[in-house]
């Protein structure tokens, strides 16, 4: 049995600025961690003459063609493999519809299954590039590249979207020392709400394709945001981060009428009174996770969790996309 393993992933500052609709244009930068939450994928032989799929529905079909479920139907295509006596099962560590790019990790870990299937390596940067290619170029979901780009590499990740389609990644020139800081001082909870990341982000790429001015000039100020959250934990000063967070949430409201709640607000406002510095919704908005940083954990863990909060510990991943 192949067991593949692909991590979720927060982002720290930039996020939005990582769709096709904005950087193709101008340029996008969006600062990521990989965190110790992950999707696996499950794949193996059976003497079956099907192609077996087990993940939130069970799919027995006789050909790559007859499956439902686009992902895995287009990455067998991609890849040539045809079955049938083939099974692929997925499970995650938190559900899809978080905010935590899911579906970029399980395209990854897919992907890295069926080139081990077929004996064949893949550098983290093609795995991403190709998990972008289904989801972007052959499924047209209106959605971002930092998910597929974090979860391949791994790690706390700086990413600079080019116009030109090309993606440089960077690890942060940081001690170690303000890494494990980092790391402590995030606190997340789930709001309780779901959704999928495409309705949200859709306003978003809709208006910048027509070049909505507002919507324009809020990504530029994201992406400032992002190149200002880099140098503030490059240099150590995460309270400064803190504050960052707060300002980006400000403008990432502005986005989407979809993008909060009045129950997000009122937990925000909470957090904020309980020693959160600044925090935001984790991904396109809309529900999932909260991140907050704060120098005060106990205090505002208490906060959060006498509001029904549920806190998910956070560590960073620093292996990627992997073969188990």
Not at 20 to 28: E, L
Not at 291 to 304: D, G, H, P, Q, S
Not at 305 to 312: C, D, N, R, S
Request: charged letters at 25%; hydrophobic letters at 40%.
């Amino acid at each position: 049995m192949i067991i593949a393993r692909s991590p979720l992933r927060i982002s720290l500052g930039g996020g939005g600025t990582d769709l096709p609709s904005y950087y193709r244009a101008h340029g996008g930068f969006v600062l990521s961690a990989a965190i110790t939450q992950y999707v696996y994928v499950t794949m193996q032989r059976t003497p079956l003459k099907e192609i077996l799929l087990r993940y939130s529905h069970i799919e027995r079909v006789k050909t790559v063609a007859e499956i439902k479920h686009p992902i895995v139907r287009e990455a067998l295509k991609l890849t040539g493999i045809e079955g049938p006596n083939i099974e692929i099962s997925t499970l995650a560590d938190i559900p899809a519809g978080t905010g935590l790019g899911s579906s970029g990790s399980f395209a990854t870990a897919l992907l890295k299954a069926l080139y081990k299937y077929k004996r064949n390596f893949i550098h983290p940067r093609d795995l991403a590039e190709m998990a972008c290619h289904i989801e972007l170029d052959l499924l047209k979901e209106p959605i971002g590249k930092q998910d597929q780009y974090i979860a391949a590499y791994g790690g706390v990740t700086a990413f600079e979207f080019r116009t030109d389609g090309s993606v440089d990644a960077k690890s942060l020139n940081v001690s170690e020392d303000t890494i494990d800081l980092l790391e402590d001082n995030l606190v997340m909870v789930s709001t309780g709400y779901y959704r999928a990341a495409s309705s949200v982000l859709k306003e978003q790429d809709d208006r910048s394709k027509s070049n909505d001015q507002e919507m324009i000039d809020n990504l530029h100020r994201v992406r400032e945001l992002g190149y200002r959250t880099r140098e503030a934990i490059e240099t150590g000063n995460l309270a400064a981060y803190g504050q960052i967070m707060h300002e980006h949430w400000l403008h990432k409201k502005k986005r989407s009428s979809a993008m909060s709640n009045p129950d997000i607000d009122a937990w925000y406002d909470l957090a904020l009174a309980n020693g959160a510095i600044g925090g935001k919704l984790i991904g396109a908005g809309g529900g999932g996770f909260l991140l907050f940083y704060t120098e005060e954990k106990a205090k505002l863990r208490a906060a959060l969790k006498q509001a029904g909060l549920m806190e998910v510990k956070l560590g960073f991943d620093f292996e990627g996309t992997k073969i188990l």
